[in-house]
Antibody
Framework: QVQLQESGPGLVKPSQTLSLTCTVSGGSISSGDYYWSWIRQPPGKGLEWIGYIYYSGSTYYNPSLKSRVTISVDTSKNQFSLKLSSVTAADTAVYYC????????????WGQGTLVTVSS | QSALTQPRSVSGSPGQSVTISCTGTSSDVGGYNYVSWYQQHPGKAPKLMIYDVSKRPSGVPDRFSGSKSGNTASLTISGLQAEDEADYYCCSYAGSYTFVFGGGTKLTVL
């Protein structure tokens, strides 16, 4: 059974860079059968897709966040990461990592989520 | 890329059926058969309930069904149960390897 676990600072100052890592267990990121994604949810609000990466390093981003987002993968550690630059209070959210099978279109496994607060 | 439109809330009594709509455009919902639905209980991660418009992952009860007509997708839950009370989100492929979510619908089981 695949499991995803987010990790990283829970508090980031405005204008700084938010950095999170998702560790995948129970399956290999390098299998090539999946894309690996980041999704966020501001408190009390809906879900927003941030972007995803393939094990080869190909990345795809939400156009509204593209200028500030970088997603990378470390196949040796079975991890993928998110960096979001120039954060503001509007970036305060629960950040989820999730898996997308290549066989169909849906986020089939999710991490538990991690709350990141942007505040000085 | 605008969020898909969902009703803020729907309700139904145990045993009844409810339908949640998800309206987009020809650039997302109407353009592809790639709509998925997620159930989210408070404080929990979303759970995939429907993918590719109408397919159910293993383990999801057949009380949950999905469909699409034009730019509007729908999730129908039949035989409502207390544990179905949750927030539901639709999501559509929007071309160029991007996705867009709906604003979410709160389902109340009366």
């Amino acid at each position: 059974q695949v499991q995803l676990q987010e990790s990283g600072p829970g508090l980031v100052k405005p204008s700084q860079t938010l950095s999170l890592t998702c560790t995948v267990s129970g399956g290999s990121i390098s299998s090539g059968d999946y894309y690996w994604s980041w999704i966020r949810q501001p408190p009390g609000k809906g879900l927003e897709w941030i972007g995803y990466i393939y094990y080869s390093g190909s990345t795809y981003y939400n156009p509204s966040l593209k200028s500030r987002v970088t997603i990378s993968v470390d196949t040796s550690k079975n991890q993928f990461s998110l960096k979001l630059s120039s954060v503001t209070a509007a970036d305060t959210a629960v950040y989820y990592c999730a898996r997308v099978p290549r066989a169909y279109v849906g986020f089939d496994y999710w991490g538990q989520g991690t709350l990141v607060t942007v505040s000085s | 890329q605008s969020a898909l439109t969902q009703p803020r809330s729907v309700s139904g009594s145990p045993g009844q059926s409810v339908t949640i709509s998800c309206t987009g455009t020809s650039s997302d919902v109407g353009g592809y058969n790639y709509v998925s639905w997620y159930q989210q209980h408070p404080g929990k991660a979303p759970k995939l309930m429907i993918y590719d418009v109408s397919k159910r992952p293993s383990g999801v009860p057949d009380r949950f069904s999905g469909s699409k007509s034009g730019n509007t997708a729908s999730l129908t839950i039949s035989g409502l149960q207390a544990e179905d009370e949750a927030d539901y989100y639709c999501c559509s492929y929007a071309g160029s390897y991007t996705f867009v979510f709906g604003g979410g619908t709160k389902l109340t089981v009366l």
